[in-house]
């Protein structure tokens, strides 16, 4: 009898092992590209020009690099160096002032600016002029309770990451209310529900991108806001965790020209890429202080010719990579 039972227990144990080595094959994929290659950095805690205090966004234009210096209330500009240019805007709620200027975009010769404190979206001049603000606090139609992130398509049509608000709010180039994603103020995992949006981001082809953070997954909706797919751990329900294609809070996409994703993943300390359709490709990073290292990215942007450039907010720095 002893004999039988401990082959049983053989049995049953294999069984569970293979069902976990089968489990890991279909929600952890190995990845299908190289990886990046780190090259550059610069940066440092402080108040002083080419200094941050908890940067949270970027932006880039032609050889410009536009940074959201969080704390400090203002954007930092930078050639594709790292070398300082300008600033602009100072802490505060008026106009041309940012109080937590956010994940940044720009839009043909104007900067978007979403306001986590301030609770409204400053589109600039790529100089720095003050051009119009959009949104109020509130949980109305085309009110905002810290926005996170702001997308911008091709006919000035706007999509924003409406944190507290737990929907993505679709709007007129003005302002003006269109639709949105999600019930305002109630949080879920189901498609088209959210936890605290953070980003969204448009494709070529229009579809949108949005950032689920705390739901730890990637939601994708076609032109017409109809969802289309999601990832992000097994059945992007929700379940976070530091293996390939898995997220812990995702705070940013980024979409380079051939369309593929790019996702901060933020306690995970890690950037991640796949295909348009989720597939996983490859990612980059560990948690550090150190040259290649991150400690919590935030953000990132694509260069044409394929170079990424992140927010190492915890570091208070940028980093450049390289694909290799």
Known sequence: MGKFILKVLGMVASLAAAVLFAGWL??????SEPGYRFAATWGARGDAPGMFDDPTGIAISGDEIFIADSRNGRIQVFDIEGRFRRTFGTTGDGAGELDRPM???IQGDE??????????????DLDGTPIRVIGEAGDGRGQFNAPGGVAVGTDGTLYVADFYNQRVQQLAPDGTYIDQIGETGTSGF?????????????APDGTLFVA???NDRVQVFDTGGNFSHKWGGPFAINIFGPFNGWF???TNIAIDDQGNVFVADFYNHRIQKFTPNGTFLTAFGAEGSGPGEFFFPIALDVM?????YVVDFGNN????????
């Open 111 to 124: 900067l978007y600016v979403p306001e986590y404190f301030n609770d409204r979206i400053q589109v600039f």
């Open 26 to 31: 279909a929600f952890v994929p190995s990845a």
């Open 190 to 202: 189901w498609v088209g529900e959210f936890n605290y949006p953070t980003d969204v981001a448009i």
């Open 304 to 308: 044409p010719d394929g170079s990424l």
């Open 212 to 214: 689920d953070g705390y």
């Open 248 to 250: 812990a809070t995702v």
């Open 103 to 105: 994940n940044l975009t």
């Open 317 to 324: 720095r940028i980093q450049k990579w390289l694909p290799r």
